[in-house]
């Protein structure tokens, strides 16, 4: 079954530790997208990529870096420069090619927390 | 003014009524129109599109007004299954594309 797959479920970070968040999606699907979500608020977009080798900043993006080296990888770090990192971060992609009907297939979440 | 803003509820209503929910948004531009649904600590899954002429999936029904800016969303005959946040999102293409999330509006339907 085609879809997007992130990991881990549950991450703790230690402060001053870089954690990376896992995304691959099998959808081939150019574009992929990070959100972060905090309790009773909407997502926020932190980083974002349409095509392979290429990212843009979110909203958000301090603290957090991205690469784009396959298709179908879309990992997350969160950086010790993120002062505030215990959130729901959810992964998602979308096929870019359908102008602006951009309905976005999304990961199970990944709920960080700090130590 | 946030971009997309929705009452975030708690919508708390019996089993078999009807609960409607508002979405608004602020730029005039915005092209593309969803209700996502999610439930507690899972991820979004899209509801249904919003349309112009307005759209009915069995026992929901969106609507979207352009000239007040709001998209509706409304639940017919509430079950104990349909308990979750529902967020409005909306997307514009002024200066590329973007997608913006509602907070969520939460809804507890109870037996």
């Known amino acids: 079954d085609g879809g997007i797959t992130q990991s881990p479920k549950y991450l703790f970070r230690k402060e001053g530790q870089n954690v990376t968040l896992s995304c691959e999606q099998n959808?081939?699907?150019?574009?992929m997208y990070w959100y972060r979500q905090d309790p009773g608020q909407g997502l926020r977009l932190i980083y974002y990529?349409?095509?392979?080798?290429?990212?843009q900043k979110g909203d958000i993006a301090e603290g957090y870096s991205v690469s784009r080296e396959k298709k179908e990888s879309f990992p997350l770090t969160v950086t010790s420069a993120q002062k505030n990192p215990t959130a729901f971060y959810l992964c998602a992609s979308s096929d870019r090619s359908k102008t602006t009907n951009e309905k976005l297939f999304f990961g199970s979440g990944t709920q960080l927390s700090v130590l | 003014r946030k971009e997309v803003e929705q009452d975030p509820g708690p919508f708390n209503v019996p089993e078999g009524a009807t609960v409607a929910f508002n979405c608004t948004y602020s730029n005039s531009a915005s092209q593309s129109f969803f209700w996502y649904r999610q439930d507690c600590r899972k991820e979004p899954k899209l509801l249904m599109s919003?349309?112009?002429s307005g759209n009915e999936d069995g026992r929901f029904t969106a609507q979207l007004n352009r000239a007040s800016q709001y998209i509706s969303l409304l639940i017919r005959d509430s079950k104990l299954s349909d308990s979750a946040t529902y967020l409005c999102v909306v997307i514009s293409n002024t200066g590329g594309f973007k997608t913006i999330f509602g907070a969520g509006t939460r809804l507890f339907v109870k037996a």
């Open positions: 959808l081939n699907h150019d574009a």
């Open positions: 990529s349409q095509i392979v080798n290429d990212f």
């Open positions: 919003v349309y112009s």
